[in-house]
Structure formats: C-alpha cells, structure tokens
C-alpha cells in the first residue's frame, strides 16, 4: 500500500519522489535552494532503492508512482478550473 504527500509517495519504509518541475533546471543552470537539494537527495536515494530492488518490487513502485502521478496531475487540472 502506498499514500502521497505533496510530491512523494511513501511505501513501507521508502520514501518514492514524483516529479518535480524545475528541480533538473535549478541543479544544471542556478543556485540549488537547500529545498531542491534535499529533492536531489532524495531522487538519487530512490534511484539507489530501484537499483537494488527485484525486478517485482521495481514494477510495483513504478506502477504506482505512475498511479500517482497520473492522481495528482488530474488534481492539479481540476483545481486550475
């Protein structure tokens, strides 16, 4: 089971990020805040989980990163209505 906070999603002991707008630009071409290097942080300790996960474990956290992305992005259409 997963539930999301803002721009992440937690499963079971692993805290997954989901996109984050602007985050790759501010690391490649400005000053990073100590916000937006916490997020790299995170996107890199993801990247290490999905590394050393089996190949299960991987489609299931993608899959419901997916699920997620695809809930929040519909939220934020509904709320610019």
Same mark, same amino acid.
């Given at each position: 089971?997963?539930?999301?906070?803002?721009?992440?999603?937690?499963?079971?002991?692993?805290?997954?990020?989901?996109?984050?707008?602007?985050?790759?630009?501010?690391?490649? +071409?400005? &000053?990073? &805040?100590?916000?937006?290097?916490?997020?790299?942080?995170?996107?890199?300790?993801? +990247?290490?989980?999905?590394? +050393?996960? &089996?190949?299960?474990?991987?489609?299931?956290?993608?899959?419901?990163?997916?699920?997620?992305?695809?809930?929040?992005?519909?939220?934020?259409?509904?709320?610019?209505?």
């Amino acid at each position: 089971m997963s539930k999301r906070f803002g721009n992440w999603v937690k499963f079971d002991e692993m805290v997954w990020p989901l996109d984050m707008p602007g985050l790759e630009w501010a690391l490649r +071409y400005d &000053t990073p &805040t100590k916000q937006e290097l916490l997020a790299a942080a995170s996107v890199l300790a993801a +990247y290490k989980a999905a590394i +050393y996960s &089996t190949q299960k474990k991987r489609n299931f956290v993608f899959k419901e990163l997916q699920k997620h992305s695809v809930e929040r992005e519909k939220g934020l259409k509904n709320d610019e209505n």
